[in-house]
């Protein structure tokens, strides 16, 4: 720009300096004076308006001040905004957030709703498992533990899945405990399939635990069984025992052997391992250890003989499983006879003992009818001696030895054939050896002492004989007659005859005492009642029904 020239301060002037451009020099020259008058006059005009309109111009400054000043409170306000904008941000971002949850949550309460029917049925299962089980639907309630065990596979990570898997869970529990006390009560094969079915089905056990659970159930129903019967009567508990274990032993072993395979495949799952045979042995022991514990209870022969009968039969259907133990039986019972008899014996022995101390030496009336001799007797006659009948004592012991025989004929092992034999000759032996002792520790007077050996030989040619032809019908030939000849020999001596006189005295009876004087066929002996000495004189010896007793269930003598 060259030097003197004044720039243009805005396009407005320009035509302002268009017009001085057009102007002469002396107009130029006039030029400022006029704009001098103008701005003069200009001024006047404003102070005139001033003037005029100061009100106006007072007004506009206050509001000019006013919104200076507002200005500036805006300015801060706007600053404060600007600080305040990131929170609003980080706010409308939470808000936006807030809002998307809600959205999603109003979204999976629509889901809910949409599928409420199948939720609640999901929930409901449990409580409807456990009523199938409280009902014995186990079929549904096992599907069902299958469905909800299947959810919790696919969704494993869900709560609620977990939840209702651990409450079907414990309903399962209790399914298998109703189903081994199914077990343990008295079901049958069809049932029994049943529930080893639903076991298997729910996987607790593997096979061999299977099997061991079923022996173990009903192996307490069946001890259940026994330790409800009545132990009060020996006779009915010990009957009713081997009736059980014929019954229900014979059952198991069938549903066992039904339910459970054997091992015909190699297969080591289905391999027993003895635990049938195991249990079934068991039982057996138990069975025998607990006849082996009441029999000696047991004071009656014919009690004795039905329940041999009993088990017997018992052993002989288990065989049809294999459980034939009729072989441990006779060592039992034999037992049992041998001390019932030597009781028997020892009673009889100790009565007559009591009964002769307290006899009075009287002579009794004699007997109507004729005694018999034994050389007179029949082979097949077992009527007791009515000679016996003037002798309360040995009619006492008589009696006791045809109860103890009585006793005996209902059960008469073949083994205790020498063992019984011994034991009637030593209660022979005792008696005479009582009398001997009684004969050496008394005083009699002379016709005390006639009717005492008078006793001794009816003890020696009546009552030993015919005590020995009453044992031969239960056991022919059993008694040795060289013990029998040393037994006696002692009261043979007491009245001047000694045991070898008393033979060949007896020696024309068809071969003595124990040898083939009777049939070897054995009588029906009944129990015999007990005669007791009367401690009066005038007592006396008296027959039932005014005659000998020879009934067909055996001899008595009845005092």
């Known amino acids: 720009m060259a030097p003197g020239f004044v720039p243009l301060a805005n396009v407005a002037q320009q035509p302002y ?53 507002e200005v500036s409170s805006i300015d801060k306000h706007l600053e404060s905004l600007i600080s305040e904008v990131p929170k609003l941000t980080s706010g409308c971002s939470e808000f936006m957030d807030s809002a998307q949850q809600i959205l999603e949550k109003r979204r999976l309460n629509r889901t809910l709703l949409a599928n409420h029917s199948t939720l609640l049925d999901l929930l409901e299962i449990p409580q409807l498992m456990d009523t ?227 006899h009075r030496w009287v002579p009794l009336p004699s007997v109507g009818l004729a005694s018999k001799g034994s050389n007179e007797e029949s082979e097949d006659d077992l009527a007791p001696p009515y000679s016996l009948m003037e002798h309360p004592p040995l009619a006492i012991f008589v009696n006791g030895v045809l109860a103890a025989l009585n006793e005996l004929r209902h059960c008469a092992p073949i083994n205790l054939k020498s063992v019984l034999a011994l034991e009637l000759v030593q209660a022979l032996q005792t008696v005479s050896d009582y009398l001997v002792l009684y004969n050496k520790t008394r005083m009699l007077r002379d016709s005390e002492s006639t009717l005492f050996l008078s006793m001794c030989r009816a003890f020696i040619e009546i009552a030993s004989p015919y005590c020995i032809r009453c044992f031969s019908r239960c056991y022919p030939g059993g008694v040795n007659l060289t013990e029998l000849n040393k037994a006696i020999e002692a009261v043979c001596n007491l009245v001047g005859r000694t045991a070898s006189g008393l033979a060949r005295r007896d020696s024309g009876v068809n071969g003595a005492f124990g040898y083939d004087i009777l049939p070897s066929n054995r009588p029906s002996l009944n129990s015999s009642n007990q005669a007791s000495s009367g401690n009066d004189a005038d007592s006396a010896t008296v027959v039932e029904n005014g005659g000998p007793t020879n009934l067909d269930n055996g001899p008595q003598i009845a005092e």
């Open 17 to 69: 300096v268009s017009e001085l451009l057009s102007f002469t020099l002396d107009r130029l020259h006039k030029e400022p004076e006029l704009l001098r008058v103008d701005a003069e006059r200009l001024r006047r005009q404003m102070q005139e308006v001033a003037v005029g309109n100061y009100r106006a111009f007072i007004t506009a400054a206050d509001a000019l001040q006013s919104v200076r000043e």
């Open 132 to 358: 199938c089980v409280r009902n014995g639907n186990y079929d549904e309630a096992l599907d069902l533990e299958a469905f909800v065990l299947k959810l919790a596979t696919m969704h494993s990570k869900l709560p609620v899945i977990q939840s209702l898997a651990e409450e079907v869970r414990q309903t399962t529990q209790s399914m298998l405990s109703q189903l081994l006390q199914r077990l343990r009560s008295n079901i049958q094969l069809p049932e029994c399939l049943r529930v080893i079915g639903y076991l298997r089905r729910l996987g607790v056990f593997n096979e061999h635990e299977m099997r061991l659970q079923f022996l173990k159930c009903r192996e307490a129903w069946l001890a259940a069984i026994i330790d409800d019967l009545d132990q009060g009567n020996v006779y009915e508990f010990l009957k009713r025992m081997a009736d059980c274990h014929r019954v229900h032993l014979f059952d198991v072993v069938t549903q066992y052997r039904a339910i459970f395979a054997d091992d015909t495949s190699g297969n080591e799952e289905n391999y027993d391992g003895g635990l049938l045979f195991s249990w079934a042995m068991h039982r057996i022991t138990s069975h025998l250890n607990t006849l082996q514990t009441m029999l000696p209870k047991t004071t009656e022969g014919v009690s004795l003989a039905i329940i041999l009968e009993q088990c017997m039969y018992c052993a002989m259907s288990l065989g049809w499983v294999g459980l034939d133990f009729r072989g441990l039986l006779p060592s039992l019972f034999e037992a049992s006879v041998h001390n019932l008899f030597v009781r028997n014996m020892a009673a009889t022995v100790e009565n007559f003992q009591l009964v002769l101390d307290s």
